[in-house]
């Protein structure tokens, strides 16, 4: 006899065993039946046989125990009767009652079995008849020590080939073959219940329990079907909790048990042409209370600022309809999901480690939450959303409810921009400014901050006395939805707003990521090349020229939302500005390049592309030529890859006039740095005190850090003596470093860092049909730190 331990793990091997057949546990001590007409008795503890506890019976067959005594089957002349026996008399004996069974009313003295009782000391017996057509299935009270058979059940199937009581005493599940099925029946009159488990298969054993929840397990033989194992909760034949096929075909035999802790089944198989064969199986656990047993296979996909959860019902949904989900986060998040999805979105994520666990609901309680997910940490940043230009404030007109008057040397305007010109109340990171001065008295510069943080070592826009200065800036938002101006001499100040960046909570879709790509010039009006043969074609006075730039050249989308742009006008005849909005819109009252005449001025623009894909620029002032460079796009509904962006409190990354090391023309700096990967920043480049006409270019390192393929772009231009200054986007190109390059003379170089571009990613193509918006504590990652001071390399 082999004893196992509840993994399927041989123990022990006890000999002398001959013909074991049947055995009970009780009292620490295993009674197992022999074929030499013994029952032995084996101390649990040691698993060695102590001594015979009965001998000279004749085929002593099952075994039970109930009403203080050991019961068992013996042959009385061909007449199959039961015995029991006092297991703690000094000699015990085994005595046997004829005319109990019945070859005519209950057809166990032919052949009978007992059924499962996990009862520790039951007052009945549970008996059924074998290897007879008809068959029936007994109730035995041995209440008062001798057996009366008190309930009779005749099964019009052929015979049932095992019996187990439930775990609550109230009913008994009868494995009954030829399609039966395992059916259950009520114990207090044996009427079926008409519960059927597995009603399509060839049931020949069973065993129950209630220790992890009330559950049946069920051997299966393979003469109909491919399962060889089925579990249930007991009670629900939907509740399918274990379906297990075992590969080679195989015919079980009455012999299925279950664990004391009901998550281990094992099952006694023979196979053909082979030895017989122990299978072991799993079996969830199941609540006492009803309540289901946990969701399975959750599963994380991460996001920006966000994860989409997936999961599988429960194996087990209780004793009652499921009713909803809850998905929590380990950061703190909660969703709640109705009972018939199994996904969620949920936004509002900080950027660190996360996993998700599931819990389902029904009438009678909650689950205990399932495995965790896989890990994930969800990306930094928020997406772009394009506005047609819209002014904010002027403080020449009092746009916006600001006095109407210059602002003061060395003062700050707190403006609020979330919840104007389109930009939202709510779920706003950064909004992109167009910032102008104008009406300056003498030289002086702005710096736009984020309001509640002290004011930067940074500046976006400077000025000598007279001149109108544009800037495009990206600025986070500050405290209450609000962005400071200061300003560190007189000027009035008009502010336009180009877009805004979503936060965590809304910035998961595909739109609005930003593909970077290095400067291509796309457009120059002095030469043309088109219809009219390449020749100069500057704006006229008055003129609004719409210009293609999506869905042609360079691979750029035709549902792209908006392009960055670095539009430069050179040569105007008389001042004048430009204003860039989408085609087939109204033309805004905004402004985005301010000049006066023979000047050469830059300023970047994050366009919103129109019809077409076409952007319109409208010239107010006499002639001048129009020179249009690209440094990348933000994606449209159709998707693909991009960049979220994030910002926080402006800094300064470089300054020559601290080294005093100005930039030669024809040479240029290379900046090159370490920490997380980033695909590009949003800077603020100046050029002061240069030395010479010329310009600057700011491009990509082609990872040799030497002046290689500088681009025929610009990004400001200058004049002896000036301070001059403009945003760009620096795309690091995989390699965490780029250039600047001067074209002439010796020029000092400022470089402010307003935010980052984090690495591609692609944005969620189609969102669940549940979305769960919260926001966590967030945190900004660490702007990136140089690694190599600047070169100077040879042009």
Same mark, same amino acid.
């Not at 060839?202 to 054993?205: D, H, L, S």
């Not at 603020?684 to 030395?691: E, G, L, Q, R, Y």
């Given at each position: 006899m082999l004893?196992?331990d509840?993994?399927?793990?041989l123990?022990?091997t006890?000999? %002398?065993?001959?013909g074991?057949?049947a055995?009970?546990?009780?009292?620490g001590?295993?009674y197992?039946?022999l074929?030499t007409g013994?029952?032995?008795r084996i101390d649990?503890?040691?698993?060695?046989?102590?001594?015979p506890?009965v001998?000279?019976?004749?085929?002593?067959?099952?075994?039970?125990?109930?009403g203080g005594?050991l019961?068992?089957t013996?042959?009385d002349?061909g007449s199959i009767e039961?015995a029991?026996i006092?297991?703690t008399?000094?000699? *015990?004996?085994?005595?046997a009652y004829?005319?109990?069974f019945?070859?005519n009313?209950n057809y166990?003295a032919?052949?009978?079995h007992?059924g499962?009782?996990?009862a520790?000391?039951p007052?009945y017996?549970?008996a059924f008849? !074998?290897?007879t057509?008809p068959?029936?299935i007994?109730l035995i009270?041995v209440?008062s020590?001798?057996?009366?058979?008190? /309930?009779?059940?005749t099964?019009?199937?052929?015979?049932a080939?095992d019996?187990?009581?439930n775990?609550?005493g109230?009913?008994f599940i009868?494995?009954i073959p030829?399609?039966?099925?395992?059916i259950?029946y009520?114990?207090?009159?044996?009427s079926?219940?008409?519960t059927?488990?597995a009603?399509?298969n060839?049931?020949?054993?069973i065993d129950t329990?209630?220790?992890?929840g009330?559950k049946m397990?069920g051997?299966i033989?393979r003469q109909v079907?491919?399962t060889?194992a089925t579990?249930?909760q007991?009670?629900?034949p939907t509740?399918?909790i274990?379906s297990?096929?075992? %590969?080679t075909?195989?015919?079980?035999?009455?012999g299925a048990?279950?664990?004391?802790?009901g998550?281990?089944g094992?099952?006694?198989?023979?196979?053909?042409?082979?030895?017989?064969?122990?299978?072991i199986v799993s079996?969830p656990?199941i609540?006492?209370?009803g309540?289901?047993? *946990?969701?399975?296979?959750v599963?994380?996909?991460v996001?920006?600022g966000?994860?989409?959860v997936?999961?599988n019902?429960?194996?087990?949904h209780?004793k009652?309809?499921?009713?909803?989900?809850k998905?929590?986060s380990s950061?703190?998040a909660?969703?709640?999901v109705?009972?018939?999805k199994?996904?969620v979105?949920?936004?509002g994520?900080?950027?660190?480690?996360h996993t998700f666990t599931?819990?389902?609901?029904?009438t009678?309680g909650?689950?205990a939450?399932?495995?965790p997910?896989n890990?994930?940490?969800? =990306?930094?940043?928020?997406t772009?959303n394009?506005l047609?230009?819209?002014?904010?404030?002027d403080?020449r007109?009092?746009?916006?409810?600001?006095p109407?008057? /210059?602002l003061g040397a060395?003062?700050?305007l707190g403006f609020?921009v979330a919840?104007?010109g389109?930009?939202?109340?709510?779920?706003?990171?950064a909004v992109?400014l167009n910032?102008t001065?104008?009406n300056?008295?003498?030289?002086g510069f702005?710096?736009?901050?984020?309001?509640g943080l002290?004011?930067p070592?940074a500046s976006?826009l400077?000025?000598?006395a007279?001149?109108?200065?544009?800037?495009?800036?990206?600025i986070?938002?500050?405290a209450?939805g609000?962005?400071n101006?200061?300003?560190?001499s007189p000027?009035n100040?008009? &502010?336009?707003?180009?877009?805004?960046?979503g936060d965590s909570t809304?910035?998961y879709?595909?739109?609005?990521?930003?593909h970077?790509?290095?400067?291509?010039r796309?457009?120059?009006?002095?030469? =043309?090349s088109t219809a009219?043969g390449?020749?100069?074609?500057?704006?006229?006075?008055?003129?609004? /020229?719409?210009i293609?730039?999506?869905?042609?050249?360079?691979? =750029?989308?035709?549902d792209t939302g908006?392009?960055?742009?670095?539009?430069? &006008?050179?040569?105007p005849?008389?001042?004048g500005w430009?204003?860039?909005f989408?085609?087939?819109? *109204?033309r805004?009252?905004?402004s985005n390049?301010?000049?006066l005449?023979g000047q050469?001025?830059a300023?970047?623009v994050?366009?919103?592309v129109g019809q077409g894909g076409?952007?319109?620029f409208f010239n107010?002032g006499?002639?001048?030529?129009l =020179?249009i460079?690209i440094?990348?796009?933000?994606?449209?509904p159709g998707?693909?890859n991009?960049?979220?962006?994030?910002?926080?409190?402006?800094a300064?990354?470089f300054?020559?006039?601290?080294?005093? !090391?100005?930039?030669?023309?024809g040479y240029f700096?290379?900046f090159s740095?370490?920490g997380d990967?980033?695909?590009?920043?949003?800077l603020?480049?100046?050029?002061?005190?240069?030395?010479a006409?010329?310009?600057?270019?700011?491009y990509?390192d082609d990872?040799t850090h030497?002046?290689?393929?500088?681009?025929?772009?610009?990004?400001?231009?200058f004049s002896p003596?000036?301070t001059?200054?403009?945003a760009t986007?620096?795309?690091?190109?995989? &390699?965490?470093?780029?250039?600047?390059?001067n074209?002439d003379?010796?020029t000092?170089?400022?470089?402010?860092?307003d935010?980052?571009?984090?690495?591609a990613?692609?944005?969620?193509a189609n969102?669940?049909?549940s979305v769960?918006y919260i926001?966590? *504590?967030? /945190?900004?990652?660490?702007?990136?730190?140089t690694?190599?001071?600047?070169q100077?390399?040879g042009?």
């Open positions: 004893v196992l509840l993994s399927g793990n123990v022990k006890i000999t %002398g065993e001959t074991a057949s055995m009970v546990e009780q009292g001590i295993l197992v039946s074929g013994a029952i032995d649990i503890a040691s698993l060695s046989e102590t001594s506890l001998t000279g019976l004749l085929q002593p067959g099952d075994l039970a125990y109930a005594l019961w068992t013996v042959n002349a039961p029991s006092d297991v008399a000094q000699t *015990p004996s085994a005595h004829d005319n109990v019945d070859y009313t166990l032919n052949c009978a007992y499962t009782n996990h520790g000391n007052s017996l549970i008849s !074998c290897n057509v068959s029936s007994d009270d209440s020590g001798s057996p009366l058979v008190t /309930r009779t059940t099964i019009s199937y052929n015979n080939r019996v187990a009581v775990p609550d109230t009913h009868a494995a030829n399609s039966a099925g395992f259950e009520n114990l207090s009159d044996f079926a219940d008409g059927v488990y009603s399509d060839f049931p020949v054993g329990n209630g220790a992890t009330a397990l051997g033989s079907g491919t060889d579990g249930y007991i009670g629900d509740q399918v274990l297990a096929s075992f %590969g075909p195989q015919t079980f035999q009455r048990a279950l664990s004391g802790d998550l281990t094992y099952l006694v198989a023979y196979v053909p042409s082979s030895a017989s064969a122990l299978e079996l656990a609540p006492a209370d309540s289901p047993s *946990p969701p399975t296979n599963s994380a996909t996001g920006v966000a994860a989409i997936t999961w019902a429960p194996a087990d209780g009652s309809a499921i009713t909803g989900y998905v929590q950061g703190g909660i969703a709640n109705d009972a018939n199994f996904s979105l949920i936004t994520l900080s950027p660190v480690p599931v819990t389902a609901t029904n009678n909650t689950s939450p399932s495995a997910s890990s994930v940490t969800p =990306i930094a940043g928020g772009f394009p047609t230009p819209k002014r904010l404030l403080t007109n009092g746009t916006g409810g600001v109407v008057r /210059r060395g003062s700050t609020q919840g104007h389109g930009v939202p109340a709510t779920g706003v990171s992109v910032v001065v104008t300056t008295s003498g030289t702005l710096t736009a901050y984020p309001a002290s004011r070592t976006n400077n000025w000598t007279g001149r109108t200065v544009p800037n495009l800036t990206q986070a938002v500050g209450g609000k962005v101006f200061y300003v560190s000027a100040l008009i &502010v336009d707003v180009e877009g805004w960046y809304d910035s879709l595909v739109s609005g990521l930003y970077s790509q290095g400067p291509q796309w457009y120059d009006s002095r030469y =043309i009219n390449g020749l100069h074609q500057p704006l006229a006075p008055g003129e609004t /020229r719409t293609q730039f999506a869905g042609g050249y360079f691979n =750029i989308p035709g908006a392009i960055v742009l670095n539009v430069t &006008v050179t040569s005849s008389k001042a430009i204003t860039v989408p085609a087939g819109s *109204p805004p009252t905004a390049v301010n000049f005449p050469a001025v300023n970047r994050i366009a919103r076409q952007i319109s107010s006499g002639t001048t030529d =020179i460079d440094n990348g796009w933000f994606t449209g998707g693909g991009g960049s979220p962006f994030i910002t926080g409190q402006p300064r990354l300054d020559s006039r601290s080294c005093t !090391c100005k930039l030669q023309g700096y290379d740095f370490t990967p980033i695909a590009a920043m949003a603020n480049i100046t050029a002061t005190n240069p030395t006409t010329g310009w600057l270019t700011v990509e990872g030497h002046n290689a393929n500088v681009p025929r772009t610009s990004d400001l231009n003596g000036q001059v200054a403009n986007i620096a795309d690091l190109n995989g &390699v965490m470093a780029f250039n600047v390059y074209s003379g010796y000092d170089i400022i470089i402010d860092i935010g980052l571009y984090l690495p990613v692609p944005g969620f969102v669940p049909s769960t926001k966590e *504590p967030s /945190r900004v990652p660490l702007m990136p730190r690694r190599t001071s600047p100077r390399a042009g």
